[in-house]
T-cell receptor, first 117, second 111 residues
């Protein structure tokens, strides 16, 4: 079974440019999440999709970030315009809905390293 | 937000049992305790999850005392490939913005 994949693995852009990150979750996983770790800080939650709907986007830092999941499959995270403080690693994760015996497991992708210069 | 406290780093040798303890004094009644492992240039990987007492799977055991204010991840007979950062998370079900990864514990397994 293929895991969560993210593209690109590394992106270097200049301040003010636009970057779009892509995440392909594990097939059949309705839940998709974005996280990021910036400047050596802790990994922090950005948002959560259930299928194509945004369930929780309370972690999105500002309106320069736009996440979409059209059709409930892959997701994109666009940063426009990028700022220096956006540099970091952006992780995507996916999960199934847990069954009656609650086990909450998220499968993470390898991350996209974003460098804004 | 239930924050966690873990040792910054630990050293061990191959074949030893490693116990990593995490403090979570303000854990809420409906919070679960989850441990993740992360290798360099990879995303975190789920290891084990529990609510109380003891949970065991094929890779680790999780010990949770009655007051649930701490938990201990036990890795039996570690190998060099277990060198990684281990994160303890405390979270209510379905509330991901309350995930607190913290700094984690850097486990260094020596030959």
């Amino acid at each position: 079974e293929a895991g969560v994949t993210q593209f690109p693995s590394h992106s270097v852009i200049e301040k003010g440019q636009t970057v779009t990150l892509r995440c392909d979750p594990i097939s059949g996983h309705d839940n998709l999440y974005w996280y990021r770790r910036v400047m050596g800080k802790e990994i922090k939650f950005l948002l959560h999709f259930v299928k194509e709907s945004k369930q929780d986007e309370s972690g999105m830092p500002n309106n320069r970030f736009l996440a979409e999941r059209t059709g409930g499959t892959y997701s994109t995270l666009k940063v426009q315009p990028a700022e220096l403080e956006d540099s970091g690693v952006y992780f995507c994760a996916s999960s199934q809905d847990p069954g009656g015996d609650f086990t909450y497991e998220q499968y993470f992708g390898p991350g996209t390293r974003l460098t804004v210069t | 937000l239930a924050k966690t406290t873990q040792p910054i780093s630990m050293d061990s040798y191959e074949g030893q049992e490693v116990n990593i303890t995490c403090s979570h004094n303000n854990i809420a009644t409906n919070d679960y305790i989850t441990w993740y492992q992360q290798f360099p240039s990879q995303g975190p990987r789920f290891i084990i999850q529990g609510y109380k007492t003891k949970v065991t799977n094929e890779v680790a055991s999780l010990f949770i005392p009655a007051d649930r204010k701490s938990s201990t991840l036990s890795l039996p007979r570690v190998s060099l490939s277990d060198t990684a950062v281990y994160y303890c998370l405390v979270n209510p079900p379905y509330n991901f913005n309350k995930f607190y990864f913290g700094s984690g514990t850097k486990l260094n397994v020596k030959p």
